[in-house]
């Protein structure tokens, strides 16, 4: 039981961390909760996967937990103020090679959605939006899924402004790297210590550090002496590229009025690519590429694990030709050879928190007391943004339901990850451009 004057260190300002912030002070105003990142809120370039220009915001899940949380985030996006700036409904198009659709469409009728939500012929579909999509790939596609309530978030966007919100509401922010967690013998959690040495100390500590978090862990697993701290499988970090395309008056005429589109496959067969419709402001169209990778290196004296560049920004606008070329391939994947000329002129890998069934990890540490995990966005993380605190709280105080303590619980039953077509599986180091040496 939470008496509401405990005090709450969130590692990570995320959507995870900032959403847990934002329920936390308005359930418990007298508690003490701080946000701590190594980017401030309002900086030009963060690394957390939440801040991008935009992100997909829908609720077609074949998973009925997934499409009943989507359903009540989306309600929110929709009516709340706070909100509803930053939600597009442009509607969306799902090429399926697979019974994905049917899967969609059962759960929106057992949750007595009444969206105008249907599974369309290729035919069909190379007709709808002015054609633009009649010369996507549609290889082995069994059927098209039309849901016209889907749309975008203005991902960075929202993030500044939930988290300025949640600064009104109490919340502190404290700008610093952590170093590690503050671990005793007995495996109790007492706070965080920053890369610049400074103690933080709460009741309760929680990481939502996005694809830092198997990193964080290792260290503090190290720093502790208690190995049972580190993430081991539970927990990859995982890059994807994303590219960005300035359209021009024509294209822009053309394009402005596409929905989200979505080239589905088979999880044997990969990764689903998306294509997202032009920014309002800037014009700029986004895809993300096919190709999902670990970046495993030696995080300490023989510990290795996928973590990304040891850079402060990760890396992240460094992206090699071979992965820039995933771009050009979804882009030809969705339109063909019409836009084959378009430039890309932005790149970015996008890392975030993987788990073999994409299933959230919000959940108390079974090592550590005090200490309690809110990640494992797992690609598809930022559409929860409205609610997910809200789960995250009822964890805290014991609330959870059954059914999602079980599945997002750090220690759990995990398949294989071989049926989950998002996994990271290919290596960073494999996809690096080729550095020509002098011959001698
Ligand atoms: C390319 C790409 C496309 C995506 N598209 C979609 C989409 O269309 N729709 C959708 O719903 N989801 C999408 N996602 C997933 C979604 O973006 C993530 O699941 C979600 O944003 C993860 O949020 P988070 O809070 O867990 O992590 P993050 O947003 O990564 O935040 C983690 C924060 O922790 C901080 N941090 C880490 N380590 C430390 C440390 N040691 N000290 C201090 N601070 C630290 C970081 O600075 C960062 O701000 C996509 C992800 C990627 C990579």
Not at 202 to 210: D, K, S
Not at 225 to 242: E, K, M, Q, S
Not at 291 to 300: A, D, G, H, P, S
Not at 411 to 428: H, T, V
Request: some cysteine; hydrophobic content about 35%; overall charge neutral.
């Amino acid at each position: 039981m939470l008496t509401g004057k405990e005090s709450y260190i969130i590692v990570g300002a995320g959507v995870f961390g900032v959403s847990t912030a934002y329920y936390l002070i308005q359930k418990y105003p007298n508690a003490s909760v701080t946000l701590v990142d190594r980017d401030a809120y309002d900086a030009d370039s963060r690394v957390a996967a939440s801040w991008d220009w935009n992100k997909v915001v829908r609720a077609d899940y074949e998973d009925i937990v997934y499409c009943e949380l989507a359903l009540e985030a989306q309600d929110i996006f929709k009516s709340d103020p706070l909100w509803k700036p930053f939600f597009h409904e442009t509607g969306l198009i799902w090429t399926c090679r697979d019974d994905y659709a049917r899967g969609v469409i059962d759960n929106y009728k057992r949750l007595g959605r009444k969206a105008d939500i249907k599974a369309v012929s290729i035919e069909e579909a190379k007709k709808l939006y002015g054609g633009l999509l009649k010369d996507a790939d549609y290889t082995g596609v069994k059927e098209v899924l039309i849901n016209p309530t889907g749309g975008w978030g203005a991902a960075g966007d929202s993030l500044r402004a939930i988290t300025r919100k949640v600064l009104e509401l109490g919340v502190k922010y404290e700008v610093a790297e952590v170093a590690t967690l503050l671990l005793n013998k007995n495996g109790y959690c007492s706070g965080i210590k920053t890369t610049k040495g400074k103690v933080l100390q709460a009741t309760h500590t929680i990481i939502a550090a996005g694809a830092f978090t198997p990193t964080l862990l290792e260290y503090s697993a190290v720093n502790s002496g208690l190995p049972n701290v580190a993430a081991g499988f539970r927990l990859v970090a995982g890059g994807i590229t994303t590219g960005m395309t300035k359209l021009d008056d024509e294209s822009h005429a053309r394009f402005s009025s596409m929905p989200v589109a979505f080239q589905g496959y088979r999880p044997d067969q990969g990764p689903f690519l998306g294509s997202l419709p032009p920014t309002p402001d800037e014009r700029e169209m986004k895809w993300w590429g096919q190709t999902i990778f670990k970046n495993t290196r030696e995080v300490l004296p023989g510990h290795f694990i996928s973590s990304p560049p040891p850079k402060p920004d990760y890396a992240q606008w460094e992206v090699s030709k071979r992965l820039k070329e995933d771009i050009t391939h979804a882009n030809k994947m969705f339109y063909g050879k019409d836009t084959a000329h378009w430039k890309m002129e932005k790149h970015r890998i996008c890392w975030d928190a993987f788990t073999s069934t994409t299933d959230f990890i919000i959940s108390p540490h079974s090592a550590a007391k005090g200490l309690y995990l809110a990640t494992g966005g797992s690609f598809h993380g930022y559409k929860f943004f409205p609610v997910i605190g809200k789960y995250v709280v009822q964890m805290l105080e014991g609330k959870l339901s059954p059914e999602l303590t079980e599945k997002w619980a750090w220690d759990r039953y995990r398949p294989d990850p071989s049926l989950n077509g998002e996994y990271p599986r290919a290596e960073m180091k494999d996809l690096i451009d080729p550095v020509r040496t002098s011959k001698l």
